[in-house]
């Protein structure tokens, strides 16, 4: 893919679609960490069996327009690409205070205690493999625009899509 | 390396001890590192030949807690675990004036007319001073820390941030990240001490409850400085800022493994998005 093709596009989930399968989940650990290690997947499926109403959630970085991670973060390591819309932890200068942790209504930036720095989703440089590998297409890449629209159907709208 | 240039200062200074050759002729031992696999038996063979009183000096970080070298292959432990140590002397290295002015501050020795010489030259990087009153317990001190001088104790519903004198090495990278500028390398502390474990300072946080299930996760003082950058740095209404105030108030874990907390934050996240296309 081009990258211009992935420019300012972010990942949108459908949880009326998603079945729970977990694929997403185990691509994003493999691409990033080389194996099959749910725990430490960027994208985190949420799954309720009790709740029949709203069975699932998804814990994914929206990156953001304004991103507030990338406001709190006092070394300027948290930084939102103008050109490609992605939001990503510089590892040189992320100093692991986990500002951006606390700032994020989602809590997507994890800190990695080996590294003692935060990781969170970076888009895979454009090609996001949890939406590769979703198998109900629970999960797609939306430019901006389609993206917010669908949420705001999804999260704003009255009695809307779970 | 430090220790052989105190005798550049020496014979100026009648403090009335001498370098010796070997063990056996010494009464102090002075020992310049952490001891590993083949330095081990060599210092217990050089502490069984000291003559009385025995004295053993631990010059600098890596003699008293192994310094960067903590958990390499070869090293088998501080010298304290091998040879009883007397007297720890700070610094990574110590400059040869602390060492000498140490050394004789705590023999008893006279120093008249050498305080010019024994004396810190200004601007030299001494001990790591937290301010209590600005630091918001982020850990990040601790995370930099090549040393691991920096320990971060969560209990009681507090974090403590606590500077370990014996493992600092004076790099001073936990003042260069501190956000709220909070810590301070600087000299005039005393540069000996007797017993280790020690801080040379610390600072106590309450930590914030989440507002979801109750439990103690980050220090209210690191919510608030979030709260306050967000609030300088964004133009947000009341109805957002207390969305994101009531957001920084769950914990983590609740963030990240409840339905209902997850659909609340994407519906801040959406909306604060849709303010920001409607701007732009």
Redesign the interface.
Known sequence: MELGAAKNRVIVYDAGLCTGCRYCEIACAVWHCGRIDVGQSRIRILFNDENRTEPYAAVNCQHCEEPLCATVCPSEAMHKDRETGWVTVNASTCIGCEMCRAACPLAVPVFDEAQKVAVKCDLCHGEPECVKHCSSRALWLAPREEALRVNERFYLGAGGNP | MEVVEILAILPGADLGFEIAERPDDAQVLIVTGGANLKSKAELQHAYAALKPPRLVVAVGSCAASMGIFKGGYSMTGPIDSIIPVDLYITGCPPRPQVILGALAEALQLSVDGLEPLLRTPEGYRGDPHVDRETCVG???CA??CPADAIEILDGEGQRVVRFRREACVFCGTCQD?C?TESVTLRAGDPSWYRVKGASTSEAALPLAQCGVCGAAF?PEA??A??MR??EE??SLDAGDRAA?RR??HVC?AC??????D?????????????K??IV?
């Open positions: 982020c850990s990040a995370n930099v990240v956000p980050m690191q919510l400085w979030a950058r967000v740095r964004r994101i957001s920084l983590m963030r990240r493994s409840r339905i209902p997850v659909r609340e934050a994407k519906r801040l996240l959406t909306s604060l998005e849709k920001t296309a732009s």
